[in-house]
């Protein structure tokens, strides 16, 4: 299916040490302004999200978000009018609701963005990656801050009943970028 050294095609998890507790009053917060993601079909998916920009201005999303600019992360926080359905403000506090198995994010390549910075606030929770034929090369399982390679490999997320809750930031670095500044930087 995958081998060790091609992983890092799809994702280059982090070192670095965090604490969930610090987010978890950004669900209650927040949790009014959720929307849903609805198929092509209209069908709700069960994932929500928030794109409020005050969320921006929360003190551990201003805390991060310097961190990794710091160390040469790029973000952009303008809505991107110019991509309609996208939906994208660079950033998303996101929840998942699968109901049923038939539920699940459909395989997609991002158009809008050539990575994520993902920080994992439940467990478990998993991302799949495939081929264009939609053979599944990579099941990754989330235990730490991650990047994913959101616009470079198509993925997708299947069914799990478990609630599934995470921090993403659109990174605006090239992959070998991030592998590069992950590998220097974060060792």
């Given at each position: 299916?995958?081998?060790?050294?091609?992983?890092?095609?799809?994702?280059?998890?982090?070192?670095?040490?965090?604490?969930?507790?610090?987010?978890?009053?950004?669900?209650?917060?927040?949790?009014?302004?959720?929307?849903?993601?609805?198929?092509?079909?209209?069908?709700?998916?069960?994932?929500?999200?928030?794109?409020?920009?005050?969320?921006?201005?929360?003190?551990?999303?201003?805390?991060?978000?310097?961190?990794?600019?710091?160390?040469?992360?790029?973000?952009?926080?303008?809505?991107?009018?110019s991509m309609p359905g996208s939906g994208q403000a660079g950033?998303?506090?996101?929840?998942?609701?699968f109901q049923e198995e038939a539920v699940k994010v459909d395989?997609?390549?991002?158009?809008?963005?050539?990575?994520g910075l993902i920080i994992p606030l439940s467990f478990p929770?998993?991302?799949?990656?495939?081929?264009?034929?939609?053979?599944?090369?990579?099941?990754?399982?989330?235990?730490?801050?991650?990047?994913?390679?959101?616009?470079?490999?198509?993925?997708?997320?299947?069914?799990?009943?478990?609630?599934?809750?995470?921090?993403?930031?659109?990174?605006?670095?090239?992959?070998?970028?991030?592998?590069?500044?992950?590998?220097?930087?974060?060792?």
């Open positions: 299916m995958y081998t060790e050294r091609s992983r890092d095609n799809f994702v280059i998890e982090t070192p670095i040490g965090y604490n969930i507790d610090e987010f978890s009053y950004l669900y209650d917060k927040y949790d009014n302004e959720f929307e849903m993601y609805h198929s092509k079909h209209g069908i709700p998916l069960g994932l929500e999200v928030v794109y409020n920009p005050n969320i921006l201005k929360e003190p551990i999303i201003q805390y991060w978000i310097r961190y990794f600019e710091k160390i040469g992360f790029k973000f952009n926080f303008e809505k991107d009018e950033f998303q506090l996101v929840r998942t609701n395989i997609h390549q991002d158009n809008f963005r050539p990575a929770q998993r991302i799949q990656w495939y081929d264009n034929e939609d053979n599944l090369l990579y099941d990754h399982n989330y235990t730490k801050i991650t990047f994913i390679n959101a616009g470079g490999q198509r993925h997708g997320v299947g069914y799990s009943p478990e609630p599934r809750w995470q921090f993403q930031l659109d990174c605006f670095n090239s992959w070998d970028e991030i592998k590069e500044i992950v590998q220097i930087s974060l060792s």
